[in-house]
Structures are given as structure tokens and as C-alpha cells.
């Protein structure tokens, strides 16, 4: 079945480094763009990142710009996120979601992963 | 970047009422390219609506969507116990995508 699952999250420091992955399967991974998703307690949900279908296109929340980087690998069907400098508002749940028309951005999120917990406390 | 309002913030209603939840947009939403989401406790959110008013993949057709510009509306015709959860609006017709702050729909 179609499906997104997120792996990575973890209790950091703040200013350390974190790296989340994504596992797609059931779908052409290649013909979508994909994006990161989060959601911290109580807050309302922030899209963080997109990368096109081909991985040469990368966009970013201003909130995570310069500290963040979104890459994947057709190949294999995966997605990672390299979380840098992290900061306590960095902390939520992360979900790795699907573009709906395929490659196109924005766009709705027709598939989303279960989501992986990132805190960054000290 | 466009902010989008939902309200009302909670929406108290009995199975079989039917619900209206609203988001306002502070810019037009080009193209209408607005969706809805429904979240459960400890799970994702799901895809319920998309392009103001066309209903994804499993969702019944007691969910509606409509709307336009500034102003968009989801309705539910007659709950069922399933569908108390909180609903999330969406704009993807701008970057960056942005999303409602959530309207909580629970039970009476």
C-alpha cells in the first residue's frame, strides 16, 4: 500500500544536529514532489520543506532556512532532512507528506507518514 | 505569506447536527487551491477536501466544501461519531504553504 515512514526523531540538544529519514513505498517515489511537515505541541502545522521530483528544486520555511536541508534518493525511495543548529522551537512532531498532483508545488498532501518526534532541550 | 483564520475555535455539536466550520484567508487563494484536513488524536492528519470543494479519495459524501477568494467553508451534513476531530484548513495556491490554526469539533 501507498505509504510514508518517517524514522530519525530523538531528544537533542540545543545547537546539535539531527537527521530524519523517510521510506516510501507503493508509489513511484520520482514522479512526486515531496515535503516535511511539522506540527509542535499545541501549535498549529508549519510546512518546513519541499524538494521537487527530480531533487534539483529545494524550498524552505523562512523559519528554517540556512539551518535545515531537505535531499533525497530516487533510487532507494527516500527522503532525509538534515536538521542543523537546532533550536527549542524547533521541537514537534515531523511528518513526511506527499504532494497530491505529483510533481507540483504547493500543493495539497494527499499521503502523510505516521510522523517522528524531534525534541531539542537541554 | 497568507494567514489563514478558522473559526470558531471549538465547535461543540451531537452526532446527526450538522456542522459548519469556516477559514478566512488574508489574501485571495489563487485558484481556490484550498484544502481541509481532519486530525484524530496521535494520528496524521487527512486529506478531507481539496480545491475548496472536491472530496479526496474515501471521504463520504456527507463532507462538502465550499467557498472562494477569502472565505471557505466545510460542512458536515449530519456527524457520525468518527468525524469529532480537529479540522485544519490549507492554502496551497502561494508560497509558502500555510495552514489554519484548527477548529476542534467535538461531542455535546
Known amino acids: 500500500q501507498v505509504q510514508l515512514v518517517e524514522s530519525g526523531g530523538g531528544v537533542v540538544q540545543p545547537g546539535r544536529s539531527l537527521r530524519l529519514s523517510c521510506a516510501a513505498s507503493?508509489?513511484?517515489?520520482?514522479?512526486?514532489?515531496i515535503h516535511w511537515v511539522r506540527q509542535a505541541p499545541g501549535r498549529r502545522l508549519e510546512w518546513v520543506a519541499v524538494?521537487?521530483?527530480?531533487?534539483?528544486?529545494?524550498y524552505y520555511a523562512d523559519s528554517v532556512k540556512g539551518r535545515f536541508t531537505i535531499s533525497r534518493d530516487n533510487s532507494k525511495s527516500t527522503l532525509d532532512l538534515q536538521m542543523n543548529s537546532l533550536r527549542a522551537e524547533d521541537t514537534a512532531v515531523y511528518y513526511c507528506v506527499r504532494s497530491k498532483r505529483g510533481p507540483t508545488y504547493p500543493d495539497a498532501f494527499d499521503i502523510w507518514g505516521q510522523g517522528t518526534k524531534v525534541t531539542v532541550s537541554s | 505569506e497568507i494567514v489563514l483564520t478558522q473559526s470558531p475555535g471549538t465547535l461543540s455539536l451531537s452526532p446527526g447536527e450538522r456542522a459548519t466550520l469556516s477559514c478566512r484567508a488574508s489574501?485571495?487563494?489563487?485558484?481556490?487551491?484550498l484544502a481541509w484536513y481532519q486530525q484524530k488524536p496521535g494520528q496524521a492528519p487527512r486529506l478531507v477536501i481539496y480545491?475548496?470543494?472536491t472530496r479526496a479519495t474515501g471521504i463520504p459524501d456527507r463532507f462538502s466544501g465550499s467557498g472562494s477568494g477569502t472565505e471557505f467553508t466545510l460542512t458536515i451534513s449530519r456527524l457520525e461519531p468518527e468525524d469529532f476531530a480537529v479540522y485544519y484548513c490549507q492554502q496551497y495556491g502561494s508560497s509558502p504553504i500555510t495552514f489554519g490554526q484548527g477548529t476542534r469539533l467535538e461531542i455535546k
Open positions: 507503493g508509489f513511484t517515489f520520482s514522479n512526486y514532489a
Open positions: 524538494i521537487s521530483f527530480v531533487g534539483n528544486n529545494k
Open positions: 489574501q485571495s487563494v489563487s485558484s481556490s487551491y
Open positions: 480545491v475548496a470543494s
